[in-house]
Structures are given as C-alpha cells and as structure tokens.
C-alpha cells in the first residue's frame, strides 16, 4: 500500500502545482490513496466546491480541513450534503455539520481518514486528545489503516500526539504551519510521523501570501489584505509506504519546484 499526503494546498498556485506534480508521482510510486489539506485551497482561506472538484478530478481522494474550515461559504453546504471526499476537524463544536473521521476502500483493504485540531495558540476547540482516544477505542478493527491530519500550531501539541497515537494509528502527519519538518520517521512502536508536512503552493512567499505585504505588516503592525504569491511553486507532501497493515516500509518526504509555469 502506498499513500501519498500533500500539504497543504494553498490557492491556484498550489492547484497548478498538483496538477503539474500529480501524475508523474502517481507513475513514480504506484499510489493506492491521496489524501491532501485542503483549507487553504481557494483563493489561500477554506475550500470552495470548484477548488475541490478541480482537486478530485487530479486524483485527490480525500481531503482534510483544519482551522480555516469556515473561512469560505461554500464549505457549509459540502459538509451539510455529506460529501464523502471531505473530512472536517474531529474536535470541532458537535453542532457543525460534517463529520470527523470517514472510511475509504482501497482494493479489498479499508483505509480511515481522521482530522484534528490543534489548541495550542489556536481558536477554541476540544480537547482532540481526549476526542481521538475514544474514537480509536469505538472504532477497533474496522480499519486497516488509520492516517491522522492533526492541524496544529505547536511543535510540541503535535509530538505529544504523535507519541500518544504511536503503535495504535499508522500516520500521523501535522499541518498548519506551511514550513516543511525535517523530522519525517517511524516511531518507536510503529507509527509513521511527521510534525509538519508543509505546503503546496507559492516557493517565494510567507506562508503562500505575497512576502512585501507580510512584511509591510510586520513593519508598520497595520493589518493587511493577503494576496497569494506568484513566481516559482513549491510541492510538499510525504509517501508513506506499508508492507502491510501495521507495517510501515518507510515515510519519504517530498519537497518538489517548479519554475513558474
């Protein structure tokens, strides 16, 4: 089984960028299942139903949210109509629509998709430790493979959950902060990990946004309108390959560019 997880997809840059990147990765390394973070995918803020179409048409097969979840209307009405390519963050407010956790069958195995928030100098939400414990404890052996997007600020949030998940999930990959970790390994009970898999989009940019205007904000403390970036693109995202369930073979990290196109 091998699993591909792009980061996070920022705007029509990082659109471009997977549809330019995808298919000689899929040729590379044979993959079963994409998963990409698709909160930042139209326009940089949440996801709207052409971003995800155009995504899924390349061959995207689900996709994770985080804390821009809302940021674009069209987000409402995807989860409301249960849209099954479409994850929202577990820990969210139990009134919002959508769910936290989806099962996917890939050949004759079945693959779970969950997505988490981050507390830590983050908007309020539920305590995702607590929350994942007792889904992993429902949902014992009705997957094969559990991959978990935790969407968080904290380096540390997201260590201490990789370690509590370890030997009990097969990946847990952070997101959130668009900068690539150089620390993609199998922990020491056998779960894949990385703190942070990055960000699909704009390579001359903070974060995706056009770098004078971040910069004018950090000169002047005025508040600024975000603009994605142009010029060069960046592709982030990690192969995790199995050997079988349980078994991780290796985590590979992908930092790819391309002139601009």
């Known amino acids: 089984m091998n699993i591909l997880f792009i ?3 920022f705007s029509a840059p990082g659109r471009l960028m997977v549809a330019e990147t995808l298919p000689e990765l899929q040729e590379k390394y044979e993959l079963d299942f994409i998963i990409a973070n698709g909160e930042n995918c139209a326009g940089g803020f949440g ?4 971003s995800l179409e155009e995504l899924s048409q390349l061959g995207v097969d689900c996709f994770t949210l985080g804390n821009h979840t809302w940021s674009n209307g069209d987000i409402v009405g995807i989860l409301e109509g249960n849209d099954k390519r479409v994850v929202r963050p577990l820990n969210l407010s139990s009134g919002a629509p959508g ?7 890939v050949g004759e195995q079945s693959v779970c998709v969950i997505n988490l928030l ?3 100098y ?3 939400a539920e305590n995702p430790f607590a929350m994942v414990n007792s889904l992993i404890k429902e949902m014992k052996g009705q997957a094969d493979y559990i991959f978990v997007d935790f969407h968080a600020e904290a380096t540390s949030e997201k260590k201490a959950m990789g370690y509590f998940l370890d030997g009990r999930v097969d990946a847990v990959l952070g997101t959130h902060t668009h900068v690539q970790t150089n620390d993609a390994r199998v922990l020491p009970r056998g779960t894949a990990y990385i703190t942070d898999v990055g960000m699909t989009g704009p390579r001359e940019s ?3 946004v056009e770098k ?7 000169l002047t403390g005025r508040p600024e309108r975000f ?3 142009r010029g060069d693109l960046q592709f982030n995202g990690v192969i995790i390959s199995f050997e079988s369930p349980n078994k991780v073979r290796l985590i590979e990290t992908l930092n790819l560019f391309k002139s601009s196109l």
């Open 7 to 9: 980061g996070d997809i």
């Open 47 to 50: 996801m709207n139903r052409k």
């Open 99 to 105: 769910v936290g956790y989806r099962f996917y069958k």
């Open 118 to 120: 981050g507390r830590t």
């Open 122 to 124: 983050m908007e309020p």
């Open 206 to 208: 903070v974060l995706g």
């Open 212 to 218: 004078d205007i971040i910069v004018k904000r950090f």
């Open 227 to 229: 603009e994605p970036a």
